[in-house]
T-cell receptor
Framework: KNQVEQSPQSLIILEGKNCTLQCNYTVSPFSNLRWYKQDTGRGPVSLTIMTFSENTKSNGRYTATLDADTKQSSLHITASQLSDSASYICVVSYGGATNKLIFGTGTLLAVQP | NAGVMQNPRHLVRRRGQEARLRCSPMKGHSHVYWYRQLPEEGLKFMVYLQKENIIDESGMPKERFSAEFPKEGPSILRIQQVVRGDSAAYFC????????????FGSGTRLTVV
């Protein structure tokens, strides 16, 4: 069964600190893995997208890693800001079709001053 | 470029009424996708449309739900005879084609059935 699991479910950190969010997946055949940021009451916004051959990709203070062998990904946030408070969703695309996406339930991050 | 526009942002319906959710894709995007997000759950795929065609509706409930993407105008997700279990956030996304990039979500419509 295609599944995407994220940990932790929620996380509280102080402003300026770093954090790492985890994503494990059992999705086949794998096409790509995406990380989205979803603010409360808004739609998901893409942070990174990685294909099978890519094992790291950065977008500003966000760095995503992918280990296709162990089927794990992480999202590292550096020097967190209050505006980073949001849900971070790991999404795996499979089968090569644009509508074949499996969404994780997200990690809810709260950055406190 | 206004992005993917969904309206209304919030919709309240009584049980048994109809709900109509609208989605205008980004300019230049011809592919539209609808997703449903229940509280504490991840987004679930419902239906994938191109202009005047339903490509994949495998995630749509068999009854009461329908979707269209006419040649002119927005895509419409229609829920007939709504029940309390239909209360959720409904998100629309659009993409320019079948590639990996450019997949963009709207801000969603929050449907509450009372």
């Amino acid at each position: 069964k295609n599944q995407v699991e994220q940990s932790p479910q929620s996380l509280i950190i102080l402003e300026g600190k770093n954090c790492t969010l985890q994503c494990n997946y059992t999705v086949s055949p794998f096409s790509n893995l995406r990380w989205y940021k979803q603010d409360t009451g808004r739609g998901p916004v893409s942070l990174t997208i990685m294909t099978f051959s890519e094992n790291t990709k950065s977008n500003g203070r966000y760095t995503a890693t992918l280990d296709a062998d162990t089927k794990q990904s992480s999202l590292h946030i550096t020097a967190s800001q209050l505006s980073d408070s949001a849900s971070y969703i790991c999404v795996v695309s499979y089968g090569g079709a644009t509508n074949k996406l499996i969404f994780g339930t997200g990690t809810l991050l709260a950055v406190q001053p | 470029n206004a992005g993917v526009m969904q309206n209304p942002r919030h919709l309240v319906r009584r049980r048994g009424q109809e709900a109509r959710l609208r989605c205008s894709p980004m300019k230049g995007h011809s592919h539209v996708y609808w997703y449903r997000q229940l509280p504490e759950e991840g987004l679930k795929f419902m239906v994938y449309l191109q202009k005047e065609n339903i490509i994949d509706e495998s995630g749509m409930p068999k009854e009461r739900f329908s979707a269209e993407f006419p040649k002119e105008g927005p895509s419409i997700l229609r829920i007939q005879q709504v029940v309390r279990g239909d209360s959720a956030a409904y998100f629309c996304a659009s993409s320019p084609g079948t590639g990996n990039y450019g997949y963009t979500f709207g801000s969603g419509t929050r449907l509450t059935v009372v």
